[in-house]
């Protein structure tokens, strides 16, 4: 006998907190890097240990997150506490991220590397807690499916708001470190009343499971670890991280130095990325019911690797058949958001079928510590090459000639590495096993 459904009320709001994170998760991920090197004057290797750095942080405090809300209690629940103080807290360090001072390198290197410290941190208090809900507001195979591709929607809007009205609201700032610092507080509001929208509105959430570990942290980690289908696709998805990481990371330098085009088209390709992404949410639901998550998620790394190496054809002057090509590839790219997070809860529920315990927070932060990790790898990968390639940074106004390799450089991180990264993967996705008592859920 399958599970009740779950109200339409109560999936939109679980949902409305991703409006949030995809905007923090976009945001710096797109600009951040661009904004130390091409606003500020940062040096590229300098830059990118602004954004590494951080996400070392992360490894420490993201599985301490998950596990302390495994063993919250409380009117509010397991994990509402939480989302409460992450949704407080982000937004003020969002706002200082984005509001370096102006004139001193070093200076504004440190202020940025705090200021990302402290923002990763309050997005580690919401983000990790409310990515284990669905494992215990329902038991039901399609249902987590279904709470997830509608959380992945909402996702997807807040990739598509960060990266297309980002761009726009900081030319209607005036541009430089003015329209950086008011882009960063009308976001930051944005993403504040989305999460206060999953608070207040999952209330009434159920909360599925068997009692949570009693295992002393460290153990709980070294067992999720040794679960090797669930380390085969954490790194399955690690891997795919640091190419989008990278690809996220380039897109301001592919549209200014391959494209040679101005930041209206940023705001363009990503509303080719996140559309199409948008539209086949439902396309990728229906083959996970037909074939499977496995086989979908397969299917998905395809397409984006595909595509992705595509982009080796760009060139100034094409910029509708990259627009075009980057609208397929985010058909892939709805997919690597949907199935990872739907078979993750299937895996928590083989644990604690094995265990009699529920270990969702310390299973979810150790999947965004590799998430986090990913991501900035992907983007020092690319001040790695952009240092590596002479690439010389500038203030917001200067011209600067850039030399060949760094341009090569550029293009290829943008189109070969996530390629590469989406094709490593996929033996890993090969050896998972879906159980057939999840199947037949």
């Known amino acids: 006998m399958s599970a009740p459904s779950l109200k339409l009320s109560l999936r939109l709001s679980y949902a409305a907190g991703s409006l949030g994170s995809g905007l923090f998760s976009t945001i710096p991920g797109l600009l951040l890097l661009y904004y130390l090197t091409d606003t500020l004057a ?250 499977g998550k496995r086989a979908g998620y397969i299917l998905a790394a395809l397409v984006f690797a595909v595509f992705s190496a595509s982009l080796m054809l760009a060139a100034p002057g094409r910029l509708a058949l990259v627009g075009a090509q980057i609208g397929l590839l985010g058909v892939g790219f709805a997919g690597l958001q949907v199935f990872p997070f739907a078979m993750l809860p299937e895996l928590i529920d083989d644990d604690a079928a094995a265990t009699g315990q529920r270990r969702e927070g310390v299973f979810t932060g150790l999947w965004f510590v590799g998430e986090k990790a990913g991501f900035a790898l992907g983007a020092w990968l690319l001040s790695a090459v952009l240092s590596a390639t002479g690439f010389v940074e500038r203030r917001a106004g200067e011209l600067v000639e850039q030399p060949a390799a760094a341009l090569l450089g550029v293009h290829a991180a943008t189109a070969l590495v996530p390629a590469l990264c989406a094709l490593l993967s996929l033996p890993l996705l090969l050896r998972h096993v879906e159980k057939a008592r999840n199947r037949a859920a």
């Open 42 to 291: 940062v040096p590229a290797g300098l830059a990118g240990l602004a954004i590494l750095l951080p996400k070392l942080w992360d490894i420490a405090t993201d599985p301490v997150v998950g596990a302390w809300s495994d063993r919250t209690r409380g009117r509010w629940g397991r994990r509402r506490p939480f989302l409460l103080a992450g949704a407080l807290t982000l937004p003020p360090c969002f706002v200082a991220l984005f509001s370096a001072p102006v004139g001193d390198p070093t200076l504004a290197f440190v202020w940025v590397l705090v200021a990302f410290c402290a923002a990763a941190g309050a997005f580690t208090l919401f983000q990790v807690p409310y990515a284990a809900m669905p494992a215990e507001m329902t038991a039901d195979y399609h249902e987590r499916t279904g709470l997830v591709a509608y959380r992945m929607a909402f996702v997807t809007v807040g990739v598509l708001a960060g990266g297309a009205l980002a761009p726009e609201l900081i030319a209607a700032g005036g541009g430089g470190p003015a329209g950086y610092s008011r882009m960063a507080i009308v976001l930051a509001l944005v993403t504040c009343a989305a999460m206060l929208v999953t608070f207040f509105g999952t209330r009434a959430a159920p909360q599925h499971g068997a009692p949570e570990s009693t295992v002393p942290l460290r153990q709980q980690i070294r067992v999720a670890l040794a679960d090797r289908p669930y380390r085969n696709l954490l790194t399955a998805y690690c891997l795919q991280c640091v190419g989008l990481g990278a690809v996220l990371a380039a897109v301001p330098y592919f549209v200014r130095y391959t494209l040679l085009e101005g930041g209206g088209a940023v705001t363009l390709l990503f509303v080719c990325l996140v559309g199409p992404a948008i539209v086949t949410m439902p396309l990728w639901t229906a083959i996970s019911r037909r074939h």
